[in-house]
C-alpha cells in the first residue's frame, strides 16, 4: 500500500440493487481493506445479503437504524456504534428515523461484486 489522500467528493454515489446509496471511497489492490460510505433513506430496509469470505464492519455516523446480523437479535443502531458482520453471514439494515442513515461500509479483505450475494442465493 503507499500512502495517499481519497476524497470522498471526488467519487459518485450510485444507487445499488440492496436499495441504499453507496459511495465507494477506497477499493483497489493496493490494499487489503476496502471502505465505502452508505446512505440508507428513511423507511427503508436494505435486501438480505451476505459477502463471500469477507468480514464487515459498519461504522453509524448519523440516523437511526435497526441492524439484523445472522442469529443475533436486531439490534437498534446509532452514531458512533460498530456493527461487526462475520464472513458469510446474513445481514439488512433498516433506517428507522427520519433522516437519512449513513455508515461506512469496511470490508477486509476487500470488497469484489463477485462476492455479493443476493436474498435469493443465500
Do not use: K
Amino acid at each position: 500500500m503507499r500512502s495517499r489522500i481519497l476524497r470522498a467528493s471526488d467519487h459518485t454515489e450510485l444507487e445499488t440493487r440492496e436499495r441504499c446509496w453507496l459511495l465507494e471511497i477506497s477499493n483497489d489492490e493496493g490494499d487489503d481493506v476496502s471502505i465505502a460510505r452508505a446512505r440508507v433513506e428513511p423507511g427503508v430496509t436494505t435486501e438480505w445479503h451476505e459477502v463471500v469470505d469477507t468480514a464487515e464492519r459498519y461504522v453509524i455516523v448519523s440516523g437511526a437504524g435497526l441492524v439484523e446480523v445472522g442469529d443475533l437479535p436486531p439490534a437498534n443502531v446509532g452514531p458512533g456504534d460498530v456493527v461487526r458482520i462475520a464472513p458469510n453471514t446474513r445481514q439488512r439494515i433498516t433506517n428507522t428515523g427520519r433522516e437519512d442513515l449513513v455508515f461506512y461500509c469496511v470490508c477486509s479483505p476487500r470488497f469484489l461484486p463477485g462476492n455479493y450475494v443476493g436474498p435469493d442465493e443465500i
